[in-house]
């Protein structure tokens, strides 16, 4: 007895679900677990790899609270990039933004006599006013946000070196202010304790909010969006202020830990926060960038590192090995939306 194409369109879902589970060959299956669960696979990949390798080094508590230091900056600013590219725009300016503020941090604290937290406060706000300027511009001026977002960096960066002059900033910092570095809880850093306040608040935001769905339906097709009444520009330009706001806290925390400021320091976390982002579009929501798949991006890249250090690897060894990863992120995220959009179709 066969089964017609009629037969099947009344066949109740799970009997359809069963025949095309029965369809799935062992090769699409591993496809399949491979496009939506690589990035985890590749975590314990590394793990086992480097634990194999450096038995006595790299499975300590060190290694650990190393890579969880070397992923606070770029988990924050891969988080502001993720809500931009979520939008279909790009925010080049993040890590120029990054270094004048935690610049702004350390002149404040040193040659004036404004109390720490109003800085914290002054600096932020300034950061969310360079996400507002990049927004108009996207917006209003119709600048091409790659553009747009790459001048305003640049200046960014010009303003850091003209409020340096070329110096290093340095001077007593008041105790509670490194304490935003210095303190742990439950043996975790209280600014790792920030970036995961961060991912669940994002979380909520695109999974529970309507905010979240609308800024995923701009990113997706924009010009359908505002046919249903999305107002797109207004969620555009406050995405940007939100990156923006989102880095300002990082370069709070990053001039409390480094406790000095300098304008060498920030365009280097450009091209991680970036992997971060496409990366992370790879796994948990394959073809759309979310949360907690940057987070788990931003993990398997410092496990990377840290072990290829610990291998003896040059100090050329991170570049390389984030450019790869960039070129590698790029091709996943497109192959990622295109099985998205199939399986829509199908």
């Given at each position: 007895?066969t089964?017609t194409?009629?037969?099947l369109s009344r066949a109740?879902e799970g009997?359809s679900?069963a025949?095309?589970?029965?369809?799935?060959?062992?090769?699409?299956?591993?496809l399949?677990?491979l496009?939506?669960?690589?990035?985890?696979?590749?975590?314990?990949?590394f793990?086992?790899?480097?634990?194999?390798?450096?038995p006595?080094t790299?499975l300590?508590?060190?290694?650990f609270?190393?890579i969880v230091?070397?992923?606070?900056?770029?988990?924050f600013?891969?988080?502001?990039?993720?809500?931009?590219?979520a939008?279909?725009?790009y925010?080049l300016?993040?890590a120029?933004?990054l270094?004048?503020?935690?610049?702004l941090?350390?002149?404040?604290?040193?040659r004036?006599?404004i109390p720490?937290y109003?800085?914290?406060f002054?600096?932020?706000?300034?950061?969310?006013?360079v996400?507002?300027?990049n927004?108009?511009?996207?917006e209003?001026?119709?600048?091409?946000?790659?553009?747009?977002?790459l001048g305003v960096g640049t200046?960014?960066?010009g303003?850091?070196?003209w409020y340096?002059n070329?110096a290093?900033?340095?001077?007593?910092?008041?105790?509670?202010f490194?304490?935003i570095?210095?303190t742990?809880i439950?043996?975790?850093p209280l600014p790792?304790?920030f970036v995961?306040?961060?991912?669940?608040?994002l979380w909520?935001?695109?999974e529970f909010?309507?905010?979240?769905?609308q800024?995923?339906?701009?990113g997706g097709?924009?010009?359908a969006a505002?046919?249903?009444g999305?107002?797109?520009?207004?969620i555009?330009?406050?995405v940007?202020v939100?990156s923006?706001?989102?880095?300002g806290?990082?370069?709070?925390v990053l001039?409390?830990?480094?406790?000095v400021?300098?304008?060498a320091?920030?365009p280097?976390?450009?091209?991680?926060a970036?992997v971060g982002?496409?990366?992370?579009?790879?796994?948990i929501?394959?073809?759309?960038?979310?949360?907690?798949?940057t987070?788990?991006?931003?993990l398997?890249l410092a496990?990377?590192?840290?072990?290829?250090q610990?291998?003896?690897?040059?100090?050329?060894v991170?570049?390389i090995?984030q450019?790869?990863?960039l070129?590698?992120?790029?091709g996943l995220a497109g192959?990622a939306?295109r099985r998205?959009r199939e399986?829509r179709?199908s």
């Amino acid at each position: 007895m066969t089964m017609t194409n009629s037969d099947l369109s009344r066949a109740p879902e799970g009997a359809s679900t069963a025949v095309s589970l029965e369809k799935r060959t062992l090769g699409q299956t591993v496809l399949h677990v491979l496009s939506n669960h690589g990035l985890f696979l590749l975590a314990i990949l590394f793990v086992v790899g480097y634990a194999i390798l450096l038995p006595d080094t790299f499975l300590t508590k060190q290694t650990f609270r190393a890579i969880v230091a070397a992923s606070v900056i770029v988990s924050f600013l891969s988080l502001a990039e993720m809500l931009v590219v979520a939008s279909n725009n790009y925010d080049l300016s993040i890590a120029y933004n990054l270094g004048l503020t935690h610049i702004l941090v350390m002149g404040l604290l040193t040659r004036t006599e404004i109390p720490w937290y109003a800085v914290v406060f002054i600096v932020i706000a300034l950061s969310a006013l360079v996400g507002l300027v990049n927004g108009l511009l996207v917006e209003f001026a119709k600048i091409d946000s790659f553009i747009a977002t790459l001048g305003v960096g640049t200046i960014l960066y010009g303003l850091a070196a003209w409020y340096t002059n070329g110096a290093q900033l340095v001077g007593d910092l008041p105790a509670m202010f490194t304490g935003i570095n210095d303190t742990t809880i439950f043996n975790l850093p209280l600014p790792a304790i920030f970036v995961a306040v961060l991912v669940l608040a994002l979380w909520v935001l695109f999974e529970f909010l309507p905010i979240g769905r609308q800024i995923y339906a701009i990113g997706g097709n924009r010009k359908a969006a505002e046919l249903t009444g999305i107002p797109a520009r207004r969620i555009v330009v406050g995405v940007f202020v939100a990156s923006g706001l989102i880095v300002g806290i990082a370069g709070v925390v990053l001039a409390a830990r480094l406790r000095v400021g300098q304008t060498a320091v920030g365009p280097e976390f450009l091209l991680p926060a970036f992997v971060g982002a496409l990366l992370g579009s790879t796994t948990i929501r394959p073809g759309r960038v979310n949360p907690f798949g940057t987070i788990v991006a931003v993990l398997v890249l410092a496990i990377g590192i840290a072990g290829l250090q610990q291998l003896g690897g040059g100090f050329y060894v991170e570049p390389i090995f984030q450019g790869a990863s960039l070129i590698l992120s790029v091709g996943l995220a497109g192959y990622a939306a295109r099985r998205r959009r199939e399986g829509r179709r199908s």
